[in-house]
């Protein structure tokens, strides 16, 4: 059995510098190992201190994520992990337990108990157990590195298009489809899809989105809005989407809905006819910024 290349990090978004941590370790397949990756079952901090930053990603999303990309994910407890020295991490975990061969980071990798370990700590610790280190290099946007935390900064302020240029793909979530008051087909004509975020997900700024859906593999422009409805009177915070161009039962199924812009602000208007002819304006520019998108 080929010895693995495994890639190392928080990968808590996914986003571009991940990626070519990802990339840096298909590589290795060259040489005969098999690209896998070390997927914490939680972010470190939950582990820490039992408060963990907002999800950017599921941890099911980010296991198709890195399958897709043609890499083996590696599930490891961050809970048994977190005490251990730099050099008993990689001793005992990385090459005696999961049997690593090489492994690839970022420039600013942690390890180790009370992230003592960095990078170099890492090269040397390789060096010493005779197994391959590489380093990736970090991916900046609008000269600073990309970071998770610039994500979720951007997501709060509605900034859709600095998000997906920094992840490298659109934003997007598949959590499963509720029912909801059926408001958009009794009142407007048209149905939408209702999903609830986990309490762990990154809560967006409330407003509507142009987006895109994707059914049974074909995408279809959509309007997304997040927030809790003020013009109907809903309490709970949710995505709700109108899918343009389709009228179909998707009650109880997982569906993708991609995050393409900010249109607006959520507001209350004073009549059901002033918010359809909102909706009418915000179709047409999600149609537009689809037709763009593809």
Request: charged share 25%.
């Given at each position: 059995m080929n010895k693995l290349a495994l890639a190392l990090g928080t990968f808590d978004g996914l986003h571009r510098g991940h990626i070519n941590v990802l990339n840096e370790t298909k590589k290795l397949v060259e040489s005969g190992f098999t690209p896998s990756v070390l997927l914490f079952d939680c972010h470190p901090q939950k582990a820490i201190s039992g408060i963990s930053p907002p999800l950017l990603i599921t941890n099911e999303d980010k296991e198709?994520?890195?399958r897709e990309m043609g890499l083996n994910p590696v599930p490891v407890s961050f809970g048994d992990i977190r005490d251990l020295s730099p050099e008993e991490f990689v001793r005992d975990i990385l090459i005696e337990k999961l049997g690593a061969g090489a492994v690839v980071s970022g420039e600013n990798f942690r390890f180790g108990k009370n992230g003592c370990g960095d990078s170099k700590v890492l090269c040397t610790l390789c060096e010493k157990y005779g197994i391959i280190y590489k380093t990736a290099e970090s991916v900046t946007f609008d000269g600073e590195l990309i970071s998770a935390t610039r994500i979720r900064n951007a997501l709060k302020n509605g900034d859709i298009e600095r998000v997906n240029a920094m992840?490298?793909?659109?934003?997007?979530?598949?959590f499963l489809v509720v029912e909801g008051n059926k408001i958009g087909k009794k009142f407007f004509g048209f149905p939408t899809i209702n999903q609830r975020f986990p309490a762990?997900?990154?809560?967006?700024?409330h407003g509507v989105y142009a987006s895109q859906t994707l059914v049974d593999g074909e995408l279809?422009?959509?309007?997304?809005?997040?927030?809790?409805?003020?013009?109907?009177?809903?309490?709970?915070?949710?995505?709700?989407?109108?899918?343009?161009?389709?009228?179909?039962?998707?009650?109880y199924r997982r569906i993708r809905?991609?995050?393409?812009s900010f249109l607006r602000s959520e507001k209350k208007f004073n009549s059901a006819e002033e918010l359809r002819a909102q909706i009418?304006?915000?179709?047409?520019?999600?149609?537009?910024l689809f037709s763009g998108n593809k």
């Open positions: 198709n994520f890195v992840l490298g793909r659109n934003f997007s979530y598949d762990d997900f990154i809560d967006l700024k279809f422009p959509s309007v997304t809005n997040f927030g809790n409805h003020p013009t109907v009177g809903e309490t709970e915070v949710q995505s709700e989407t109108c899918i343009l161009g389709f009228d179909g039962d998707l009650y809905v991609e995050l393409l009418d304006i915000d179709s047409k520019k999600a149609a537009e």
